[in-house]
């Protein structure tokens, strides 16, 4: 690694201005560059690198959404965007692109993505009101402005952040510098040549899996189905679910598999017959849930003791190139966060019947806990977005009063979606400043272009939305069962008083709670974490089912056999090395499967709707509407 990495980056030119590219590099040098002359807020970018990136946030705040609602997890996307901007730029210009110029790309697209995940938990209300449709320019408005306050609230600890390991973040710095890096003669740039490969096949494998010749339709390629003890088994193929496995490991797939299985032989065969039969679909929600709340809290503490040193890593000597504060960033920043805050005053109350002063607490409260969160992913990777809503829902229900009436669920679920986009902008704003810390970037250049990113995902994200519920609609009997949706519907409608669980429910919410809090232990003890299935991936399993879980599970497996096949042996030091080549490669070769694979689907529902304005009728989406 020290061979592709030099020491530091090159010192910058006076007034901060352009750093010129040598005739010859030599290989192996990384160009750093510049983001423009540290006297300006925004950054000095060509417009084709401001196109380039804007349109990463769009298509990764749209892929964010797609899978946030089909199986419960997103991704910022920061690695895919670097590369993909890499890949975009050279193109475009036929010259280096820089590591600052990569990492303004990483800030402005995964900004995208993280609202695009925040607008897949606000669909929880159209799980508690199906006829819930809010005018969609309200919608776009908002989301803006709690963008750019969670940007603020992440610049606000910026210096007291960048210390901690944030491995996301710290992964993207390595992944910049390497693209960055000058090849030599004949050698081919493997994490491009990774992205493009597998997103290639990934992209031509999804289209069967999701189109049909007639509506209503089964797949071209459908999951493999069969019986299993009387119940409805299968192994789904669409591609995203592979790629998602292949990027969480085992661990997580095992998870999954075994707590999609305990649903129907468990749950549905424990119940059946007996007088609590028709409760069956409250059980396996609320199960779930307890899983994925105090145990999976439980795991993310215990984690911390175990948390991974805040090293920096070989090749980086953050702190070389000191960066101005530019004289009017305090006063633009300011105001934009003042824009922000009357923005989403004004808008949680027209759309969620939230009292303006309830939003006033909600920040007040939300800004701390987006610390902690980012004080945890800095240790973790794990950003416990759920955390802030639960504790804004159980603590502060009393904000809302009952002379609302039905809005009474509407403005629970408003406080958790303002402290969910709060906690997910800013503290994806905490890694992208870890990233920025490695290589040296402008700080200010990374907040400016975050409430670009902001923006452009607010824009995208909420007629994806739109055109995502009306042509698969949400919940468990739809094609996108959206898990965390449905926690964040089942909480809000618990703290307007709306579920009267049975005695034996709570007995079991308690037991699960408590039993999967000392389990929680054992996923993270250094002796017994590598053998432990996954918490996290238990609780989803149990709400996207089989076919999902299934395949996601292979896909761990796939990067457990690739793993094996990499340190085949080697001896000890070879085999660290081996392992850690293993996880980069199966890394990238996953997040492009996952990647395209969403893309693509988005792609697909996009044409559908559009042949459908038209009156042709070349292909349905299978499982649609």
């Known amino acids: 690694m020290s061979e592709s990495f030099p020491s530091g980056p090159p010192p910058l030119p006076p007034q901060g201005g352009p750093a010129e590219v040598p005739h010859a590099p030599a290989a192996g040098s990384v160009y750093y560059g510049t983001s423009g002359p540290d006297s300006r807020v925004f950054p000095t970018l060509s417009p084709g690198a401001w196109i380039t990136f804007a349109v990463l946030a769009a298509a990764l705040a749209s892929t964010n959404i797609y899978t946030t609602l089909l199986i419960g997890w997103g991704d910022t996307g920061s690695i895919v965007a670097v590369l993909a901007a890499f890949a975009v730029l050279k193109v475009i210009s036929g010259q280096r692109t820089s590591v600052h110029t990569l990492n303004l790309g990483q800030t402005m697209?995964?900004?995208?993505?993280?609202?695009?995940?925040?607008?897949?938990?606000?669909?929880?209300?159209?799980?508690?009101?199906?006829?819930?449709?809010?005018?969609?320019?309200?919608?776009?408005?908002?989301?803006?402005?709690?963008?750019?306050?969670?940007?603020?609230?992440?610049?606000?600890?910026?210096?007291?952040?960048?210390?901690?390991?944030?491995?996301?973040?710290?992964?993207?710095?390595?992944?910049?510098?390497?693209?960055?890096?000058?090849?030599?003669?004949?050698?081919?740039?493997?994490?491009?040549?990774?992205?493009?490969?597998?997103?290639?096949?990934?992209?031509?494998?999804?289209?069967?899996?999701?189109?049909?010749?007639?509506?209503?339709?089964?797949?071209?390629?459908?999951?493999?189905?069969?019986?299993?003890?009387?119940?409805?088994?299968?192994?789904?193929?669409?591609?995203?679910?592979?790629?998602?496995?292949?990027?969480?490991?085992?661990?997580?797939?095992?998870?999954?598999?075994?707590?999609?299985?305990?649903?129907?032989?468990?749950?549905?065969?424990?119940?059946?017959?007996?007088?609590?039969?028709?409760?069956?679909?409250?059980?396996?929600?609320?199960?779930?849930?307890?899983?994925?709340?105090?145990?999976?809290?439980?795991?993310?503490?215990?984690?911390?003791?175990?948390?991974?040193?805040?090293?920096?890593?070989?090749?980086?000597?953050?702190?070389?190139?000191?960066?101005?504060?530019?004289?009017?960033?305090?006063?633009?920043?300011?105001?934009?966060?003042?824009?922000?805050?009357?923005?989403?005053?004004?808008?949680?109350?027209?759309?969620?019947?939230?009292?303006?002063?309830?939003?006033?607490?909600?920040?007040?409260?939300?800004?701390?806990?987006?610390?902690?969160?980012?004080?945890?992913?800095?240790?973790?990777?794990?950003?416990?977005?759920?955390?802030?809503?639960?504790?804004?829902?159980?603590?502060?229900?009393?904000?809302?009063?009952?002379?609302?009436?039905?809005?009474?669920?509407?403005?629970?679920?408003?406080?958790?979606?303002?402290?969910?986009?709060?906690?997910?902008?800013?503290?994806?704003?905490?890694?992208?400043?870890?990233?920025?810390?490695?290589?040296?970037?402008?700080?200010?250049?990374?907040?400016?272009v975050q409430f670009v990113g902001t923006a452009v995902g607010a824009i995208a994200s909420i007629p994806i939305l739109n055109l995502l519920l009306e042509q698969l609609g949400i919940g468990a009997e739809s094609s996108l069962p959206a898990p965390g949706a449905t926690i964040w519907a089942a909480m809000g409608e618990t703290a307007a008083g709306g579920f009267s669980p049975s005695s034996e429910l709570i007995w079991a919410i308690v037991l699960v709670s408590v039993i999967g809090s000392f389990y929680a232990f054992l996923t993270v003890w250094p002796k017994t974490a590598a053998w432990m299935p996954s918490l996290f991936g238990f609780g989803i399993g149990m709400l996207i089912g089989v076919p999902a879980s299934a395949a996601i599970f292979l896909g761990g497996m796939i990067k457990w056999v690739v793993m094996r096949v990499y340190t085949a042996g080697k001896n000890d030091e070879e085999r660290a090395s081996r392992r850690e080549d293993g996880d980069n490669d199966t890394m990238l070769a996953g997040a492009s499967v996952f990647a395209a694979a969403a893309l693509v689907s988005i792609a697909l529902v996009l044409l559908t709707t559009l042949f459908e304005s038209m009156g042709v009728d070349l292909f349905y989406l299978a499982g649609g509407h």
């Open 109 to 448: 697209a995964s900004a995208g993505g993280s609202v695009g995940f925040a607008v897949a938990n606000y669909a929880a209300v159209y799980i508690v009101d199906p006829t819930f449709r809010p005018p969609t320019w309200q919608l776009i408005i908002l989301f803006i402005g709690m963008g750019w306050m969670g940007a603020i609230v992440g610049s606000s600890v910026r210096r007291s952040m960048v210390g901690y390991f944030f491995p996301s973040g710290t992964a993207c710095a390595v992944i910049q510098t390497s693209v960055a890096r000058e090849l030599a003669p004949g050698e081919r740039n493997r994490p491009v040549w990774l992205l493009t490969f597998w997103g290639l096949i990934a992209s031509v494998l999804t289209i069967p899996s999701k189109i049909t010749g007639s509506r209503g339709g089964h797949a071209l390629v459908g999951d493999l189905n069969f019986k299993l003890g009387g119940h409805d088994m299968g192994v789904g193929i669409d591609p995203l679910y592979y790629g998602i496995g292949i990027v969480v490991g085992p661990r997580v797939g095992i998870g999954m598999l075994l707590g999609a299985l305990v649903t129907p032989f468990l749950i549905v065969d424990g119940l059946a017959g007996g007088a609590l039969e028709g409760e069956t679909g409250d059980w396996v929600k609320w199960t779930a849930i307890a899983v994925l709340t105090i145990p999976t809290f439980a795991t993310i503490l215990f984690a911390y003791f175990y948390r991974q040193p805040a090293v920096v890593p070989s090749g980086f000597t953050p702190g070389v190139t000191h960066h101005a504060t530019p004289k009017g960033r305090f006063p633009l920043f300011g105001l934009m966060f003042l824009a922000g805050a009357i923005t989403v005053a004004i808008l949680a109350k027209s759309v969620f019947h939230m009292p303006y002063h309830v939003s006033a607490i909600v920040a007040a409260v939300a800004w701390p806990m987006c610390v902690v969160n980012g004080r945890v992913t800095g240790d973790t990777d794990i950003n416990p977005v759920r955390l802030v809503a639960i504790v804004l829902l159980s603590a502060f229900f009393w904000l809302i009063s009952d002379d609302i009436g039905e809005y009474r669920v509407l403005a629970m679920l408003g406080m958790a979606v303002v402290g969910g986009t709060l906690a997910s902008t800013a503290v994806d704003m905490m890694q992208d400043y870890r990233t920025g810390y490695l290589v040296d970037a402008n700080p200010t250049h990374q907040t400016s």
